[in-house]
């Protein structure tokens, strides 16, 4: 069998421009026809084509270069730098500019604020393009690492035990500074010592800081690192992270908004993203669904309040199980006289309400009463008797849960899987997301509307196709 050699001093001719080198139909002309569709002063962008000093790279030019970046898994400075000298897409999208990485990593960091809105300007024009109803929304959370160690984050127990240690070093140092000899003063090991001593009194500075900036801001824990990210716990362990959250149309999936907050769950997030879909859709939508996770009464009452039908099972709808002999659920409450009555026909009346002032409590008149119970030990073992908390807003909560259970809204929630978890599955496998780039909540938030921009270019895309999707966004 012959084989093809290759020859690189075999003589060919070139295309003689640069826009020859993309087809027609190419990806990559999708993106750039969606950033030159993109409002910069909206943005908050400021082009000063006559300003002096040194010329600076189009700003136009390098949201392309992230955008597209993004989109294909290259977010470090350096792998930008090398595909704006190498990779022919890159090359054509850039016009042939070639900025190096700290370029591209100063731009995108002074850009925070204009990166954030991003998202907001594509969802809109999804919008415009009829490719997002705002009718039902989707909403979801995933934790994304922090560019932090969780080694960097201390708190109060952990900067207790390491000012002791170190206060012990400081005391011992000392002990064998003073048992050195006056000859000894020029020998190594005692200048070793002194640059010990001097090293460990200004860790125990920094440590005092932080324990200062932990009593002040009533924080639990921070990270020297990035002060804003917090502690996070997966399958994968705890790591200093951030919580990302989006909200998804249900027409085509498409990211109406994106997010991301400094908390290890969603319990309080879900009238929070749903608000900020509304305004980036300038109308309600009409059901908003999310995971038990952010089954959180309260939260869901804000919603609820709206007008909107919220499709949330409670956490305990989402164990699926029958509730066993003596929980809650067992006990028959009477409204009208606010007392629950327990399996054996006893009565719990109402003592008092909690100190956050979400739940109210109800005791067994005697405590005598339980202990004479046969299922004493197992329906409760406190002296007291039973207690049972019942929440302020129990009826909204029981309310939603039937709401829940309706065969329209199990349709709905049947959805979610299918339009609230492909997002984060794009960003984390195919674009390769395993931590943040930038620190901070600016930062973090920029790159989360970069990477919720991506998908939705990528599924107008799918779609519509390059070259519909390139005429409707020029038109």
């Known amino acids: 069998m012959a084989y ?3 020859d690189r001093n075999q003589t060919s001719f070139f295309p003689q421009s640069i826009e020859d080198y993309v087809p027609e139909g190419d990806p990559v002309r999708a993106y750039d026809a969606f950033v030159e569709a993109l409002d910069l002063n909206e943005l908050g962008i400021v082009l000063e084509p006559n300003q002096v000093g040194n010329s600076a790279y189009y700003p136009r030019a390098m949201l392309k270069l992230l955008v597209y970046g993004y989109s294909y898994g290259e977010r470090s400075s350096r792998r930008l730098e090398r595909a704006v000298n190498h990779n022919i897409s890159f090359i054509w999208l850039m016009g042939g500019l070639k900025p190096d990485h ?12 204009p990166l954030k809105k991003v998202l907001k300007q594509c969802a809109r024009l999804c919008l415009k393009l009829g490719l997002i109803d705002g009718n039902t929304l ?5 934790k994304i690492r922090a560019n932090a160690s969780i080694k960097n984050t201390w708190t109060k127990e952990k900067g207790e035990r390491c000012l002791q240690h170190l206060d012990e070093r400081i005391e011992a140092i000392l002990s064998e500074c003073e048992k050195t000899d006056e000859a000894e003063r020029d020998q190594a090991s005692y200048v070793s010592l002194k640059k010990e001593l001097k090293d460990k009194e200004a860790l125990k500075d920094e440590v005092k800081k932080i324990m200062e900036e932990l009593a002040e801001e009533g924080q639990k824990s921070v990270n020297t690192t990035d002060a804003a990210c917090t502690r996070i716990k997966s399958i994968q362990g705890s790591h200093a992270g951030y919580n990302g959250q989006l909200v998804v149309d249900d027409k085509y ?7 991301v907050v400094s908390e290890n769950n969603d319990l309080y997030q879900f009238a929070g993203q749903v608000n900020q879909a509304h305004e980036i859709l300038g109308k309600k939508c009409e059901v908003a669904c999310a995971d038990s996770g952010y089954a959180t009464t309260d939260e869901l009452k804000k919603v609820d309040e709206q007008g909107i039908k919220v499709v949330v099972p409670s956490q305990r709808q989402a164990r699926e199980r029958e509730p066993r002999e003596f929980e809650k659920e067992r006990f028959k409450y009477d409204a009208k006289d606010d007392r629950y009555i327990c399996p054996g026909g006893h009565i719990l009346t109402y003592r008092h309400t909690t100190k956050d002032g979400t739940a109210k409590q109800y005791l067994i008149s005697d ?8 299922h004493y030990g197992v329906c409760t073992k406190s002296r007291r008797g039973r207690m049972i908390n019942r929440l302020v807003n129990e009826e909204v909560r029981e309310r ?9 809204s199990q349709t709905i929630y049947k959805k979610r899987l299918g339009r609230s978890e492909p997002p984060f599955g794009h960003i984390k496998r195919n674009l ?7 620190r901070g909540l600016d930062g973090v938030k920029a790159e989360m509307s970069l990477l919720g921009s991506c998908f939705n270019i990528a599924r107008m895309i799918t779609i519509l196709g390059v070259s519909v999707l390139i005429e409707r966004l020029i038109n």
């Open 367 to 374: 405590g005598n009463i339980c202990k004479g119970c046969k």
């Open 138 to 142: 989707f909403i979801d959370g995933s």
């Open 4 to 6: 093809r050699y290759g």
């Open 102 to 113: 700290k370029t591209i990593a100063r731009f995108r960091r002074d850009n925070r604020e």
């Open 400 to 408: 939603l849960e039937a709401q829940y259970q309706e065969a329209e």
């Open 253 to 259: 999936g498409l990211i109406v908004s994106g997010d």
């Open 432 to 438: 390769r997301v395993s931590s943040f780039l930038l």
